[in-house]
């Protein structure tokens, strides 16, 4: 326990990058996806496997020549298995596809024999499937269903929602059901969240200042927040355990907390960052917990009590009631739990595109600039044992 | 010749002395003792003192002639014998002088003697009449004694006939008496034969008489009763009759009943007469008034009256309150009064007699009388409330006070009537309400006031656009004073305004503290009234206002650039800053001073206020500056997200948008220097139009993207962009501003290249749409460095956009400087 585990720890990439995500069915070791972004060379995934021991990277790097990587997101349900939507320059033209890869199985051997092998002949990702549909335009995101078996992902594309079939081991999409936003002038989705409850039923999706919830069974719209933002959503995220809880941010440098049944208020705005927010992220365990990218380089992570699922912080067992009387008097003593900024980080020079917890502990987090640095940070110590104790 | 020898004389007693004892000597002779006698005769218990009682000749003379020569004894001698021969001519010369007085005595002594005699035998004389006289007399009353006894009996039996006449004839004076309405005298009449009648009504003539006497007095207190329920009859004839009442044995508390119950009749009446003029009023509200306002005739803000009703205009109701108040006073309060006096004339100081005296009238009738002007005057209080919350225009506040003056200088009236009464206290309590009413009516038309003024101001920025656009950066604000009024003409007469209107909503507030009304001397209005009302609920609450309002205009605009046009915003930050500089202090002077605040209270103290108004400031000018950023990020956003920039051709011109944007921020550059100071720019270099830029782009920009053109060294860019931030501070986009205009004009530049450089990092170039973002930055750069306090900023922030272009093109070869100063410098 020495008192520098709490100090950030910095990996640079080469190359510019946007595209950051955890490896969501890993839940042993702590491991980053990031994904480049050059126009000129092959892109590249880096593996960012931080070993919490020693307080060490450890990365390995695999090819991806398809293009220029904008999203990348792997699959709950088998760690190998990841989507990029990565752009593609054809005929002077470029477009957003999005794929789906698996990672060859040798990434991870080879990368300890040594690294210099490894890094001058990177291994190359294995195409499983595209989730290709040019007739709808570019890829702004694809999802993975939460929690699901790895079969389903939704993919956003300019103004469509379209629903895949993965088959025979993810070698096969078939698009199951679509849903088209009509409106008036260009609309563009440009972010979207599946939600994790209701049965995986219900998709969250940006575009302009509107949010809008979405019913994947009937592929309509539930609900619209006009005018959620002043200006243009970035991100949104659902809060993991309050059902109808839902963060979003955006270009007017405000993050705002909804409850979808009470649409035409947000329940709490932040204005922190002074620049436009691009990622909010709610802590997969902890959802007082919320990590906040913005372009003024800066990673906000605040402690939003007042409207977690734990509002009056943790709620004490009867075992623990009855062990002793101290602990109560503790418990009395104990200030009124408030919303508050924990820290901000200032590690990046670069605006701040991805903000990600780690899908295998709950007090860590990586956030990624453009200019390809990735920055792994923890949540204080003092916050933490307050949160568990 | 003195007994006493000038100087050779021994005796110890010097000239006065001697000449007193010779005095004292002789008044001891007649009689007259003194005082001083026995410190004398101690002083001269030496045998030597030759004038002492103690003197004894054989000292004395041993003393000599052991003491003295000869010679001295010889003087001596001679000395004595002249004194002797003094002493024996003075003794004579007494003797004769007393001889002569008893001469005199003797003569007069024996005078009286013979007058005496005389007089004895006169006094004998006399004593011999009287004795005849004594006898004389003594027989005569002897013979009248008979006839004298006759005499009295007589006159007795004559009383009685006459009493007894007096009662026969009762019935028919009382008749009379009632006939020529003379009560007085029938009640006193009955009065004196009432006991009489009474103790003899065993008989039955005196029976019958009594019996008739019942009647017409009975009769007659009917007369009475029906004269007092008239009530037409003066005051006097009313207390004549109360009196008669009275003495015929009528019960007071009745009469006082009946008399309070007339008396409420009447005022009733009144107060009907009251409420009947304040419903005419209430229906005959509207109406249109005339402008009490002097507005300076082309004030562009003058509130237009045509739009929102004024509250500044006083309603032309029915009546004024005034007149209401004093028809209030004439006819209820005088009536009341006139009540209360007659009613304490006849049943409180009526000077106790009798059996009146016993029944402690004056009690019950004080407390009927106090319940009676409570009820009555809580009736009129609560209309004259009415009337006083029907005053709702702010307009003229003289008539309502000198309305409330009269209301409760009337009440004193009471108060001198009728001591004990809480009604003036109760007036005074209407009058403080009203008074607080009246302050935050005022308030609110304070508030209601400012909002038209910037309704009216708003107004003004909409018509017909503020020149400033159109005039461009020469021109300057100078050019659009003939057709529509610059901003500095709106924030000055938006300010005197709104500081006029304060001013004279002080003074008609200072009217209720006027010297010469009555109730200002109350403790209210003295304290509370001038801290707690007007100090903090008008002049502060006021100063509040503005600053909360300010905010709002902050909040609610959040959303799609919101809906305040920006020179409001610009305008209102200039007006709080003012105010945190020096009006509020010189508004609460004023009201301090004019209302002598004395603070008994905790006050808000202006420090605080400031702090306020300046947070509203800075609120209002951060807003100002995010929402122009935004306007013109918006441009710069549709520009960039809505081109093919893989597909474009050679650029040949400067992007429309750009000219745009440099012609949006001088006419920004131009509004906020009409309001705020130009404030201070990091020093650069000399001249630093183009040569710094040229330098700029020729140097730093080439070193900075030229390599990363060659694909051999693909982390260089990186490297130096990194590098160069390491050193360069990091920069907040949207973060307060100073208040001066290079600081706004350089928070909206930061937002606006900020989105530029976002928005072309996720798009894709071709060659050209590099080239024409070169170009495009090249003009920026041209036109913005004069702009923002740091130049190397603007530098900085276009450099990071041709670097993010550079790196997102697919075919960087970029374009030479040479042709994009020629393409530029062609506009």
């Known amino acids: 326990m020495k008192m520098d585990d709490d100090a950030p720890v910095i990996y640079g990439l080469e190359f510019q990058a946007r595209a950051l995500t955890a490896q969501t069915a890993e839940t042993d070791a702590i491991r980053f996806l990031v994904g480049t972004q050059s126009l000129k060379f092959d892109n590249q995934i880096h593996i960012i496997d931080f070993d919490d021991e020693n307080n060490m990277i450890n990365k390995s790097v695999l090819l991806h020549d398809a293009g220029e990587i904008w999203h990348i997101s792997g699959s709950p349900a088998d760690k190998a298995v990841l989507t990029t939507c990565y752009s593609k320059t054809s005929e002077n033209r470029v477009l957003t596809c999005a794929a789906v890869w698996r990672m060859p199985p040798e990434w991870e051997s080879g990368s300890h024999e040594s690294p210099d092998d490894s890094s001058n002949n990177p291994q190359t990702l294995e195409l499983l499937c595209h989730l290709d549909n040019t007739a709808h335009g570019s890829v702004a995101c694809v999802l993975w269903e939460p929690l699901g078996d790895g079969k389903r992902v939704i993919s956003l594309a300019e103004n469509h929602v379209l629903l895949w079939d993965l088959q025979e081991s993810s070698t096969k999409a078939t698009i199951s059901s679509t849903a088209t936003l009509e409106g008036k002038g260009q609309l563009k989705f440009t972010a979207g969240k599946w939600s994790p409850h209701h049965n995986s039923t219900q998709l969250v999706t940006a575009n302009d200042t509107a949010i809008r919830g979405w019913d994947l069974r009937s592929m309509s719209q539930i609900y619209c927040i006009e005018n959620a933002h002043g200006q243009l959503v970035r991100d949104l995220d659902f809060n993991p355990n309050k059902q109808y809880y839902l963060a979003s941010c955006g270009d007017d440098c405000k993050v705002k907390f909804w409850d979808v049944r009470h649409i035409n208020e947000p329940v709490k705005c932040l204005e922190e960052h002074s620049h436009w927010v691009w990622s909010v992220r709610y802590n997969h365990s902890h959802d007082q917990l919320l990590l906040t990218g913005s372009s003024d380089s800066r990673v906000i992570l605040s402690n939003m009590v007042s409207i977690s699922s734990e509002p009056f912080g943790h709620l004490v067992d009867d075992d623990d009631l009855s062990d002793n009387e101290e602990n109560q008097q503790e418990d009395k003593g104990k200030e009124p739990l408030q919303d508050s900024i924990i820290a901000t980080y200032e590690e990046h020079e670069d605006s701040v595109y991805a903000v990600e917890w780690s899908a295998a502990d709950p007090w860590l987090f990586a956030s990624l600039s453009y200019d390809g640095r990735l920055v792994i940070n923890r949540v204080p110590r003092a916050l933490k044992y307050r949160i568990l104790l | ?827």
């Open chain 2, 1 to 827: 010749g003195d007994g006493d020898l000038p100087s050779a004389t021994t005796p110890p007693d010097s000239d006065p002395t001697g000449r007193r004892r010779v005095h004292s000597m002789l008044k001891l002779y007649y009689g007259l003792n003194e005082e001083g006698t026995a410190a004398e005769q101690a002083e001269s218990l030496d045998p030597c003192d030759i004038n002492g009682p103690h003197f004894d000749p054989e000292v004395y003379l041993n003393k000599l002639r052991k003491d003295c020569s000869l010679c001295e004894l010889m003087d001596h001698e001679s000395c004595m014998v002249k004194q002797i021969r003094s002493l024996d001519s003075d003794m004579q010369t007494l003797v004769y002088e007393n001889y002569n007085k008893f001469i005199s005595a003797t003569d007069t002594i024996r005078k009286m003697k013979n007058d005496f005699k005389k007089m004895e035998d006169e006094m004998d004389c006399l004593s011999a009449n009287m004795a005849a006289i004594t006898e004389f007399s003594a027989r005569i009353s002897g013979t009248l004694q008979d006839q004298h006894a006759q005499i009295t009996k007589l006159s007795g039996v004559h009383t009685l006939l006459r009493k007894l006449q007096f009662l026969f004839e009762l019935p028919a004076r009382l008749n009379k008496c009632l006939e020529l309405q003379a009560y007085a005298q029938a009640v006193s009449a009955h009065r004196r034969a009432r006991c009489v009648l009474q103790q003899y009504s065993h008989m039955p003539s005196f029976r019958g008489i009594q019996d008739d006497c019942h009647v017409i007095m009975e009769q007659l207190a009917q007369q009475l009763r029906q004269k007092f329920r008239d009530g037409g009859s003066s005051a006097k004839d009313l207390s004549e009759c109360v009196e008669l009442l009275l003495q015929l044995d009528e019960p007071a508390e009745e009469l006082c009943d009946k008399f309070l119950s007339h008396a409420q009749s009447r005022l009733e009446a009144d107060l009907q007469g009251l409420e009947a003029e304040l419903k005419d009023s209430a229906f005959t509200d509207t109406g249109g008034g005339s402008v009490q306002k002097t507005s300076p005739g082309s004030n562009p803000i003058s509130p237009s009256s045509s739009s929102v009703i004024n509250p500044f205009l006083s309603p032309t109701a029915g009546t004024d309150i005034l007149e209401f108040i004093d028809r209030g006073c004439n006819e209820f309060v005088s009536s009341l009064c006139l009540v209360i006096a007659s009613y304490q004339e006849l049943f409180i100081n009526r000077p106790q007699e009798g059996e009146l005296a016993s029944k402690n009238i004056p009690e019950m009738a004080n407390g009927k009388l106090h319940v009676f002007v409570d009820t009555l005057a809580a009736r009129y209080f609560s209309l004259v409330e009415r009337r006083i919350q029907e005053e709702k225009g702010v307009g003229d506040n003289s008539l309502l006070v000198r309305a409330l003056d009269r209301f409760h200088r009337r009440l004193q009236a009471i108060t001198k009537l009728l001591p004990g009464s809480a009604v003036p206290s109760h007036g005074t309590e209407i009058v403080v309400r009203a008074a607080r009413e009246r302050i935050k009516q005022y308030l609110s038309a304070l508030q209601t006031f400012y909002h038209d003024s910037l309704t009216d101001v708003r107004q003004a920025l909409a018509a017909p656009r503020l020149a400033v656009g159109g005039a461009s950066a020469s021109g300057g604000g100078v050019t659009s004073k003939d057709a529509t009024p610059s901003l500095p003409e709106l924030l000055t007469s938006l300010s005197n305004f709104i500081l006029n209107q304060l001013k004279s909503v002080l003074a008609s507030v200072h009217l209720f503290t006027a010297k010469d009304i009555t109730f200002s001397n109350k403790p209210y209005f003295k304290g509370e009234f001038c801290s707690q009302g007007v100090r903090e609920g008008l002049v502060v609450s006021f100063i509040k206002f503005i600053c909360q309002s300010s905010r709002q205009y902050c909040e609610s605009a959040g959303d799609r650039g919101g809906s305040t046009p920006p020179a409001l915003l610009l305008l209102l930050s200039r007006l709080c800053l003012d105010y945190e500089t020096s009006t509020i202090s010189y508004i609460l002077t004023l009201t301090d001073e004019q209302f002598l605040v004395q603070h008994h209270t905790p006050v808000t103290p202006v420090t605080a206020l400031c702090a306020e108004a300046r947070e509203a400031a800075q609120k209002l000018l951060n807003h100002y500056v995010k929402v122009q950023g935004l306007i013109i990020s918006q441009m710069l956003r549709k520009s960039v997200e809505t081109r093919d920039w893989v597909n474009t051709i050679e650029p040949r011109n400067v992007r429309a948008v750009m000219k745009r944007v440099v012609e949006d921020t001088t006419s920004i550059d131009v509004q906020v220097g009409l309001l705020y100071e130009e404030g201070v720019r990091k020093a650069h270099s000399s001249d630093s139009s183009k040569r710094t830029f040229s330098v700029y782009s020729s140097s730093r920009q080439q070193i900075r993207y030229a390599p990363s053109y060659t694909p051999s060294a693909p982390m260089d860019t990186n490297l130096l962009s990194n590098i160069h931030k390491l050193f360069s501070e990091r920069i907040d986009i949207f973060s307060p501003v100073e208040f001066n205009k290079v600081s706004v004009l350089t928070g909206i530049i930061k937002i606006s290249l900020k989105t530029f450089l976002e928005c072309v990092r996720i798009r894709t170039f071709g060659r050209y749409g590099l080239q024409q973002i070169q170009v495009d930055c090249h003009y920026l750069q041209m036109y913005l460095w004069r702009f923002v306090s740091d130049e190397n900023l603007v530098h900085f922030l276009l450099d990071e956009i041709v670097g993010s272009a550079a790196h997102r093109c697919l075919d960087p070869s970029p374009m030479e400087q040479s042709v994009i100063e020629v393409i530029c410098e062609r506009g």
